[in-house]
C-alpha cells in the first residue's frame, strides 16, 4: 500500500472535517451545486453497478499516473457478481481505487458528498466552534500513537475553543474564544482526539448538545442547538504599526476569496500585511486564483501539466472590477508551515515568483497534484488525481508527478513554533517574525 506522506487537519469545526484530511485541490467544481440528495430511482443493484462503472471509466479517462493503469481493465467487470446494492457499488470501488496507490483519488460516500457540497456553498451544519491541533517545536501536527491529531488543550488538557463563528448556534450561547470544553453531553473530553471532539459535538441539525465549559476558574454548562450557518474561512483584524493580519483558513469555500476581500476594505488604510496561510489544506483553485489577484498584478497565476505532458498556464481572474490587485502595491509576507499545502501553496508560490514576496515559518507540504470532481451518481462523488501544477516560473512543490514524493518550498526566514502552535497571540513566534520582516519590507516601500 501507499507510503505517500498524507497531511492531517491543523483546523476543525464542529460540524465538518473530511474535506481538511484529505487536501483536496478541487478543479470542477460547476455540476457538484446541482447535487441532489435524493435516491436516484435505479434499482439498487443497478446503482451499484452504475456507481462502480462510472468510477471505472472516469478514472481510465482522467488519472494522471497512466503507468498505474497498466491492469487496469481486470477491475472493469471484477466484482459483477458481488455488487447487489448502491452500498455494494461504493465499497468495491474503494477497494478499486485503493489498487492505484494515491490517497487523493477516492469515492465519497453520501454522507461524505452532502458534507463537501456544503463547504462549496460556504454552508456548514453544526454549533459554530473552531478548534486547532496542538504542534511541536518542528511546526508540525502532534500525533497519538494511532496517528491521530491532539487538539490544543488547557493545563486541564480539555480543548480549547480557539474561534466562535459569529452569528452561529455558539455565539448566541454566549461562548468565547478560548474556553475550554471539558465534556460534550456529559463525555469527558480528556484524552479526545481533535478529531473525536469534532464528531462528538457534531450531529444533525436541529438537535441539542450540551457543553461544559470552562472560562478561567468559572465552570458552566450551556445547551446549544445545532444548525446551518455560513462558513467563515476568513478572519483579519489590525496589528500595531498600522498592519493588517489577514487568516485564510481553507480554499474549500466558493466565498472565500469575496470574504477575503472585504477584510483588505476593512484594512484599506494599512501599510501592509501579514497573510497567514499556515495550516491552511487548500480547496478551489477557482478561489486560491481570485485571491492571488487581490495581491498581484501580473498576468500568470500558475501552470497545469496534464497526463500527456502538455502544459498550460492560467492568468488571473477579478472578483471585482471596482477594486482591481487592491493590495498589489503594498508590501506583504506570507506565513506558512509543514501543513500549508495544495492551493494555498499556489497562493504563496504565485505571490512568491510574481511579487518576490517572502515567505516565513517552516517548509510547506509539497502536495503538487490537482484532482477533479465528477459525479459518480447524483449524490457520490467522484475525486480523480489529473494533472501536475506548476508556479508561474515552472516549479512545482514535489518531484516528478509520476512518484509524489512531497518537497515543499522552502521559506525564506526560517521560525519554529513554540511547544504548542496558538496562531495570532502573544506566544506566537511565526506571526512575530512575520511582523518584523513586513516592518523591513515597509520601510524599504517608503
Request: charge should be neutral; charged fraction near 25%.
Amino acid at each position: 500500500m501507499s507510503n505517500q506522506k498524507t497531511p492531517k487537519h491543523r483546523l476543525a469545526m464542529a460540524g465538518l472535517i473530511a474535506f481538511f484530511a484529505t487536501l483536496t485541490l478541487v478543479l470542477n467544481v460547476a455540476p457538484i451545486f446541482s447535487l441532489n440528495s435524493k435516491p436516484e430511482g435505479l434499482a439498487s443493484k443497478a446503482a451499484g453497478v452504475s456507481i462502480y462503472r462510472t468510477v471505472w471509466h472516469k478514472t481510465k479517462e482522467e488519472f494522471v499516473f497512466t503507468e498505474r493503469l497498466k491492469d487496469w481493465s481486470q477491475w472493469e467487470h471484477k466484482f459483477d457478481d458481488k455488487i447487489g446494492s448502491k452500498a455494494d457499488g461504493i465499497k468495491y470501488a474503494k477497494e478499486m481505487l485503493e489498487s492505484l496507490d494515491d490517497k487523493y483519488t477516492r469515492i465519497l460516500d453520501e454522507a461524505e458528498t452532502k458534507d463537501e457540497v456544503d463547504q462549496l456553498q460556504g454552508k456548514f451544519v453544526g454549533v459554530g466552534l473552531k478548534f486547532v491541533g496542538a504542534h511541536g517545536a518542528d511546526g508540525k501536527l502532534i500525533h497519538t500513537k494511532d496517528d491521530k491529531v491532539v487538539p490544543l488543550t488547557d493545563a486541564n488538557n480539555h480543548p480549547v475553543v480557539k474561534q466562535v463563528i459569529k452569528v452561529t448556534p455558539a455565539s448566541g450561547a454566549g461562548i468565547k474564544d478560548r474556553d475550554a470544553v471539558a465534556s460534550v453531553d456529559g463525555k469527558s473530553t480528556v484524552g479526545m482526539s481533535l478529531d473525536e471532539v469534532v464528531k462528538n459535538i457534531r450531529g444533525p441539525e436541529g438537535t441539542t448538545v450540551n457543553l461544559e465549559l470552562q472560562r478561567g476558574n468559572n465552570v458552566f454548562t450551556v445547551k446549544v442547538t445545532r444548525r446551518k450557518y455560513d462558513l467563515d474561512p476568513v478572519s483579519y483584524h489590525k496589528l500595531d504599526s498600522n498592519l493588517g493580519y489577514i487568516r485564510i483558513d481553507s480554499f474549500i469555500s466558493a466565498n472565500t476569496a469575496a470574504d477575503c476581500l472585504q477584510a483588505l476594505k476593512a484594512l484599506k488604510h494599512c501599510q501592509g500585511y501579514v497573510l497567514d496561510l499556515r495550516s491552511n489544506p487548500g480547496g478551489l483553485v477557482t478561489s486560491a486564483k481570485d485571491v492571488i489577484a487581490l495581491f498581484d498584478d501580473e498576468g500568470v497565476v500558475f501552470g497545469v501539466r496534464q497526463r500527456n505532458g502538455d502544459t498550460t498556464y492560467t492568468g488571473q481572474t477579478m472578483i471585482d472590477d471596482s477594486m482591481p490587485h487592491i493590495a498589489a502595491k503594498k508590501p506583504l509576507v506570507i506565513l506558512v508551515n509543514g501543513d500549508t499545502a495544495s492551493a494555498s501553496e499556489i497562493v504563496a508560490g504565485a505571490l512568491r515568483d510574481n511579487r518576490h514576496i517572502k515567505l516565513v515559518g517552516t517548509q510547506t507540504f509539497g502536495k503538487g497534484l490537482m484532482q477533479g470532481v465528477f459525479k459518480a451518481t447524483n449524490d457520490v462523488l467522484l475525486h480523480v488525481t489529473l494533472a501536475q501544477w506548476l508556479t508561474p516560473n515552472g516549479t512545482c512543490p514535489g518531484s516528478d508527478p509520476k512518484t509524489e514524493h512531497p518537497n515543499g518550498f522552502p521559506v525564506n526566514v526560517t521560525c519554529a513554533t513554540g511547544p504548542y502552535f496558538e496562531m495570532d497571540t502573544d506566544k506566537d513566534n511565526q506571526l512575530k517574525a512575520g511582523i518584523a520582516v513586513l516592518k523591513e519590507e515597509v520601510a524599504k516601500s517608503k
